[in-house]
């Protein structure tokens, strides 16, 4: 049951797993009515409503999901763009055996090496390194590619014309390497870059080296053991000679708050350690110890509004990540990169000051024991750039699931495994 008196359209859709256009139709008619912020004319939703619909509805919050499957031989992954990794973790949880991994900043590549000794870490621009040894000797590429400097701009952009991109070098790797199973990930926001253009160029590229792409899909963290509201889009490629449909991980019943993250329980089994971090200039800490838990910028005092928020005060949209402080019943906004930029602010819930460094880790579900190398912006740096470890070991089980059943099919036939190990 909810506990708080009013909700966001955010939070209730979260709640319900309804999306928010169901509740602004429910809204429009008359099913599930809503009431207005006096000042913004969001609509808020009263707990007593919420919780009468729950019932109603006999939503179920024990977690019945289990993406767990276990590998029938050993898969292997080569890792470009691998950042602090985030998502190797995620994978070598679920199973996935390390062949090598790329990354061009010397920091994360020392957090890798002092975490891991034994993984292949090839530091520097991918553009530099030939991935031919590994061809047909890994089933996995995976990468965070970033999709800046690619444009479809109005034409046929095939491989050739992609060169000099980022997302031009993941697939001159697949193209090298061969895998079963390529995965590409990246911000939400792909899917809108260039008016949807650059994904479908992006696509086309696949198919044109020889992948089917599986439809794109954006997973939020929140359905995948992640104390927070991070969303990525997920662009799987299965090479064209596979017969075995792909199936994205089931997302699980139960939403993890920070208070799961920072304190023992069910994701840690003590409460977070203590680390360095950031601190907030004199001002601003005024100004956020004003915030509640789960506040922001709207539950200032108008001129107080208007002197912190500056010409930002008088634009539009709801700029809900000035002056934030997250509350311990709800997931934490998406980490960024510096956690005292004016626009994203993340507040701890009780002090007035920014999540420390093993707290930013904890909402990322790095494992305690992982150490980050480099200053304390270095760090940060590295764990908001990270694919949450929980999201990429529950994606590390579909590919598992994927691969054990494409073995299993190879086993019973006749057809020759294209994958030779060493």
């Keep these: 049951m909810v506990t708080k008196d009013y909700y966001t ?8 797993r309804k999306s928010k256009e169901t509740l602004r139709r429910w809204d429009r008619d008359g ?20 919780n009468l619909l729950l019932k109603k509805l006999s939503i179920d919050y024990e977690d019945t999901t289990d993406n767990t499957v276990i590998p029938n031989q050993n898969y292997q992954v080569l890792e470009l763009f691998a950042g602090a990794g985030g998502l190797a973790v995620g994978l070598e949880k679920a199973g996935i055996k390390c062949a090598a991994l790329n ?5 994360a590549c020392q957090t890798l090496r002092e975490n891991r000794p034994s993984w292949n870490v090839l530091e520097g621009d991918v553009k530099l390194f030939d991935f031919t040894e590994y061809h047909n000797q890994v089933e996995i590429v995976t990468g965070g590619f970033p999709c800046q400097a690619f444009s479809y701009a109005g034409r046929k952009l095939g491989f050739k014309d992609a060169r000099g991109t980022l997302f031009y070098e993941f697939a001159r790797v697949v193209k090298e390497v061969n895998p079963l199973i390529c995965i590409g990930e990246n911000v939400k926001g792909l899917l809108s870059h260039d008016k949807g253009k650059t994904i479908e160029g992006m696509i086309s590229i696949l198919d044109e080296i020889g992948y089917n792409v599986v439809p794109v899909k954006v997973l939020k963290a929140i359905n995948y053991r992640v104390p927070q509201k991070r969303e990525r889009v997920i662009l799987v490629g299965i090479r064209k000679d596979i017969d075995i449909k792909y199936q994205y991980p089931k997302p699980h019943n ?17 409460n977070v350690p203590k680390s360095a971090g950031s601190k907030y200039q004199a001002y601003k800490k005024e100004v956020l110890d004003l915030v509640p838990q789960k506040g922001y910028w709207r539950n ?13 005060f008088y634009l539009g949209g709801g700029k809900t990540g000035i002056a934030r402080r997250i509350g311990w019943d709800e997931p934490s906004l998406t980490l960024t990169c510096s956690p ?5 602010d993340r507040c701890h819930p009780e002090e007035t000051r920014p999540f420390t460094i093993r707290e930013y880790a904890r909402i990322q579900t790095f494992p305690d024991d992982w150490k980050f190398i480099g200053s304390i912006s270095q760090q940060y740096k ?13 994606i590390g089980y579909s590919i598992i699931a994927f691969l054990n059943e494409y073995y299993l099919k190879l086993k019973t036939s006749d057809a020759k495994i294209p994958v030779a190990k060493p």
């Design 9 to 16: 359209l955010n939070e209730v859709s979260e709640i319900l």
């Design 31 to 50: 099913k599930f009515i809503a009431e207005r912020e006096p000042i913004s004319q969001y609509r808020i939703y009263k707990k007593e409503q919420i």
């Design 254 to 270: 139960k939403i993890y708050n920070l208070i799961d993250a920072l304190k023992k329980g069910e994701l840690y089994d003590s």
């Design 103 to 107: 990354e061009i900043d010397k920091w």
């Design 300 to 312: 200032l005092p108008e001129d107080i509004q208007k002197e912190y928020m500056g010409k930002s």
């Design 382 to 394: 590295q764990i908001g750039n990270a694919v949450p470890c929980n999201l990429g070991q529950e």
């Design 340 to 344: 005292a930029q004016k626009q994203t």
